[in-house]
């Protein structure tokens, strides 16, 4: 019979053996948190920045007009959302504030899916500024002040001097600026037609992007 109390037996593990199975399991669950960290973390990143039809809550309009919205990829830069197209080859994206306001947004539209916007969109929601972009510069702009009432008029600047040149509304009526006042275009079809000016007609053309009406009798002279 054994009388050393300090005597080990011979089952029982030593105090080196008790620490490295003790040390094991925290060695053990360290691959383990990361591995499942990691996959959480790539199907997160998959699920999130994956394609998106973004265009969703639009009307029906404004989702035909941004087609690329459909399947877009979204990112979170700082204060900021970015919506791009997922297409490499069209350069259509969508700017705005994340919160706690979501305008005013910034979008480019590439509608020929070129690689070059040709369209350059400001909008407080309601009210838009809309850049025609060609040849690399501003080439006219329009200006909606509730773009998304469909009776709403607007109002084109086509030569970009600071003035309007054309309104577009209420409805289906078209006016152009003559003499510093509105008169409605009665159209003929082929970029052609005519406005009235003190009851006589005068013959308005659309040449080179914008419209040029035939000079009044007193001008003529
Ligand atoms: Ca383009
Ligand atoms: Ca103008």
Redesign the pocket.
Known sequence: MTTNPYEASPASPGPSQTRRSRLKSPLLWFPVGFLTAWTIWTIWNYVAYSPKDYSRGLSEEVREASEWLKNAKARRVGQFTIIAASDPKT?SAKIYPTKPNHKPSVEYE?????????LLVVSDGKRAFSFAIADEAFQSYSFSPDAFSPNEASYDDLDMDGHFDVRWGPGRRMALMVDAEWRELIPEGGGKGYVEIDGKRHAAEYVNGNWRIEPTADAKD
Do not use: E, H, R, W
Request: overall charge negative.
């Open positions: 350069a590439d509608t020929d899916s070129d690689g070059d916007a040709d």
